[in-house]
DNA sequence: AGTGATTGTCATCTAAGATGACAATAAGCT
DNA sequence: AGCTTATTGTCATCTTAGATGACAATCACT
């Protein structure tokens, strides 16, 4: 295992959570955006996809709330996987102002190869550590991420910190 | 601790840990620079004078290459920097076309309060987990860092990939 | 009916990253 | 010495991503 105390790597914040977890989160949303982009998709995609893919006919506001993103950010994406055919806007049943999301038949195709995408991406990315230190590793970091107030949450960055629902000024 | 299976979680996403990374790194990074900014700090310059405090005197292209960053990105951190009167360029004794960066007597004092903040930062993150798992988790994270080839780096997203030394195109 | 919040949308502003070009200088080869 | 190639710092530009504010339509509450 790595020398903790990290002066042994020459570099004067790697012995910083706070550092290696920006520099390797960077670099994983970093290389997933590139793995996802050959299926014409980015990570705020797939995100959203996913989500609908436990719940459709959800609002844009419920799946922004639920992905931690800003709901105009939502607007764009909905957008464009509504331009490739992979979603559509229905009338939702309860409010008029609200749109239903739902899936179209093509969606499940896409969205099984992008997961397949996502599980490469988390190999290589564990491919370093063994099976129980993975398993380690993640329940850390799911104790970080409640900790710290995250929401759900997409790869995209956060809107402008924890716990954003509509909107939030600093 | 957390449930590792993450369906409990209610997000699709939650149990991988490409996903938690690039959450918690991004909320990481932005909730860093956001305490820095105060000090009139970004998290580049703060890297920047950490890597000067540990070696003088080094070129542009030797400090981009530590940091992982772009030298044409160095080019305005060092500007900004030296605009500030917390460094300065001197020429460089082996080598006309570069300059030696050295920090100024100032710069201590600034680099002492922001090496409080990240401190701070730090302890906030990992306020959640004890001390074992702090070790822990930063010893796994250094390992990843390894495998992964990530360079020292900076807080600042990626160049482009890890060993990105003077330019790299895809 | 009226008041204030919420939803989806659009326009805009800013910051960040990537890319390409360039002069000055170095390093190596013949 | 001369020539060629690589490197350093710099600048300009292009593309994104993110944040912010505004707005009409609609809802919820009184």
Known sequence: MADVTARATGHPLAGRASFLLSQLGAYSAHEFAKRLAPLGMRPGH??????????????????????????????GLVDELEDRGLIERRRHPADRRAHAIHLTGTAH??????????????????????????????????????????????????????????????
């Open 46 to 75: 797939f995100g959203l996809l996913m989500h609908l893919s436990r719940g459709e006919g959800q609002s844009q506001q419920r799946l922004a709330d639920a992905m931690g993103i800003h709901r105009n950010v939502m607007v």
């Open 109 to 170: 195709d896409l969205l099984g190869r992008a997961q397949r995408v996502a599980d490469e991406h988390e190999a290589e990315l564990l491919a370093g550590i063994g099976e129980d230190d993975r398993t380690y590793l993640i329940a850390l970091l799911q104790h970080l991420a409640e900790h710290t107030g995250l929401p759900s949450g997409v790869h995209p960055g956060l809107n402008d910190n924890p716990l954003s629902t509509t909107s939030r000024r600093c």
